[in-house]
Every structure is written in structure tokens, then in C-alpha cells.
């Protein structure tokens, strides 16, 4: 089985920064894509950012220019570096695994439980 641990969260004043960091265990032999998403209070999940093999990247545009998403593929790690946060990107972040390989199955996609990240003065 595939599990998905976030660290990181915690509060924040506006214009600073946090490091979220993901680390994804079992039988791995692959992940084709690691990336992140959010839940604000009262709203739908929605996707923050991708890495795919290879070093492909794609931002939600209301994170782009602030937030940098990195990849150990070796470690099978993924981390999102967010600067100049904002009230708004308040929400638990969950990180997201997707094309996983095992050495006895596949999966789609997995996901972490999630970790809070709150912007406030």
C-alpha cells in the first residue's frame, strides 16, 4: 500500500513563506507525476501544482510566480516552496501521487491526509 506524509503546515503572516514537504513510501518502483493540491474552507479541492518525470512543471495560475514545486524522484519526495503567501491561500494542502507503480500493482492516484497552511496576521 501507498502512503503519502505531508509536513510543513502551519500559520504564517502575509508576505512570508512556508515549505511544504512530501514523502511517499510502500513498494514504489515508479510515480509518474507527484504535485499538490488545496482545500479551503467551504470550497472544493482544488490542484495547486504538478511535476512530472522528466521535470515537467504546471502552476494554477493563482500560484504561479510564488510557488516553486521540486522532486526527489529517487527519494520519491515532492516538496512546494510558497513565498509571498497571501490570506487567500489559506486551506489544507494534500499531496498527490499519480501513475504509481508498485512492485505488485497500480494505482491512479493517491493522496496524503492533508496538511494546514494558514496565512493571517
Known amino acids: 500500500q501507498v502512503q503519502l506524509v505531508e509536513s510543513g503546515g502551519g500559520l504564517v503572516q502575509p508576505g512570508g513563506s512556508l515549505r511544504l514537504s512530501c514523502a511517499a513510501s510502500g513498494s514504489i518502483v515508479s510515480i509518474n507525476a507527484m504535485g499538490w493540491y488545496r482545500q479551503a474552507p467551504e470550497k472544493e479541492r482544488e490542484w495547486v501544482a504538478t511535476i512530472y518525470n522528466g521535470g515537467r512543471i504546471k502552476y494554477a495560475n493563482s500560484v504561479k510566480g510564488r510557488f516553486t514545486i521540486s522532486r526527489d524522484s529517487a527519494k520519491n519526495t515532492v516538496s512546494l516552496q510558497m513565498n509571498s503567501l497571501k490570506p487567500e491561500d489559506t486551506a489544507v494542502y494534500y499531496c498527490?501521487?499519480?501513475?504509481?507503480?508498485?512492485?505488485?500493482?497500480?494505482?491512479?492516484?493517491?493522496w496524503g491526509k492533508g496538511t494546514l497552511v494558514t496565512v493571517s496576521s
Open positions: 498527490s501521487a499519480e501513475g504509481v507503480f508498485t512492485t505488485v500493482d497500480y494505482g491512479m492516484q493517491y
